[in-house]
């Protein structure tokens, strides 16, 4: 009978957990790309903008030293507009 029990407690802890899982995914989009000069070299140190104003987002991001940038976690979807200052 303690088997049996100890078997149920497990089977709820683990559909416990799977619920847990589900609940917590979320869907986001990142934006990623490469700030070029005139000359196709990267900037380093340029501001990157990026908001969508019908959703309240607006994050800034400086590019590195190959001028690469990143912005994880945005809304999925749009439109998003973009401006860049160096």
């Known amino acids: 009978m303690k088997i049996r029990k100890l078997i149920?407690?497990?089977l709820a802890l683990i559909a416990?957990?799977?619920c847990l899982h589900a609940?917590?995914?979320v869907t986001t989009a990142t934006m990623s790309g490469t700030?070029?000069?005139t000359e196709g070299k990267g900037l380093a140190g340029a501001t990157v903008k990026i908001s969508y104003a019908n959703a309240g987002i607006n994050k800034s991001v400086v590019t590195q030293s190959d001028g690469s940038f990143l912005v994880p976690n945005l809304r999925v979807?749009?439109?998003y507009k973009i401006s860049v200052s160096y």
């Open 16 to 18: 416990g957990m799977i």
């Open 35 to 37: 700030v070029t000069g």
């Open 77 to 79: 979807g749009g439109p």
């Open 8 to 10: 149920n407690a497990l």
């Open 23 to 25: 609940n917590a995914q």
